[in-house]
T-cell receptor, first 109, second 111 residues
Framework: DAKTTQPPSMDCAEGRAANLPCNHS???????VYWYRQIHSQGPQYIIH???NNETNEMASLIITEDRKSSTLILPHATLRDTAVYYC??????????FGTGTKLQVIP | DGGITQSPKYLFRKEGQNVTLSCEQN?????MYWYRQDPGQGLRLIYY???????QKGDIAEGYSVSREKKESFPLTVTSAQKNPTAFYLC??????????FGEGSRLTVL
């Protein structure tokens, strides 16, 4: 499983885009980048994943650099309900899946 | 509706007692995982199982044991050998598309 590095915390103004970075320089060619978020006292919730192309769904967009060593999760219009801890992990499926410490995003009114 | 049921949601035990946390799924997922989370910390992997009758240690397996006799069930026993068992325990399954799906967690407090 790939080791990932994320900033411990970030602030974002409500209504603005939140851009959460993640470094995953050791990710292997067949490992996807997955993003999850955890709201206090709940289990993490899947957001989005990608291999090498940019991805978008109803929750967020994922931008992966061409060398796949880093990615950015974009929440286009952050709301107070987006305040959570966001985790980025690299995984190939059916294997050990480990989490780092994540980024605590605080959306400010 | 398919999902993961973790029980009990809250559990209090005296020091030195073994405790078993239940995790049941009806999602027909092969792989299951147990994580531990301490206040203000990330998730740490305890054990995982890719198929029935097989499981592997994660990063913090000492003081814990598991079994996987059925596809639907992956119980976690917190033994008396676990020095600091008070924590939030999360069970997850792995979807075919590779993302984890989590239960609501069990909060264990050792008095």
């Amino acid at each position: 499983d790939a080791k990932t590095t994320q900033p411990p915390s970030m602030d974002c103004a409500e209504g603005r885009a939140a851009n959460l970075p993640c470094n995953h320089s050791t990710i292997s060619g067949n490992e996807y980048v997955y993003w999850y978020r955890q709201i206090h006292s709940q289990g993490p919730q899947y957001i989005i994943h990608g291999l090498k192309n940019n991805e978008t769904n109803e929750m967020a967009s994922l931008i992966i650099t061409e060398d796949r060593k880093s990615s950015t999760l974009i929440l286009p219009h952050a709301t107070l309900r987006d305040t959570a801890v966001y985790y980025c992990i690299g995984s190939g499926g059916y294997q050990k899946v480990t989490f780092g410490t994540g980024t605590k995003l605080q959306v400010i009114p | 509706d398919g999902g993961i049921t973790q029980s009990p949601k809250y559990l209090f035990r005296k020091e030195g007692q073994n405790v078993t946390l239940s995790c049941e799924q009806n999602l027909n997922h092969d792989a299951m995982y147990w994580y531990r989370q301490d206040p203000g910390q990330g998730l740490r992997l305890i054990y995982y199982s890719q198929i029935v009758n097989d499981f592997q240690k994660g990063d913090i397996a000492e003081g814990y044991s598991v079994s996987r006799e059925k596809k639907e069930s992956f119980p976690l026993t917190v033994t008396s050998a676990q020095k600091n068992p008070t924590a939030f325990y999360l069970c997850a399954t792995l979807r075919d598309t590779g993302e984890l799906f989590f239960g609501e967690g069990s909060r264990l407090t050792v008095l």
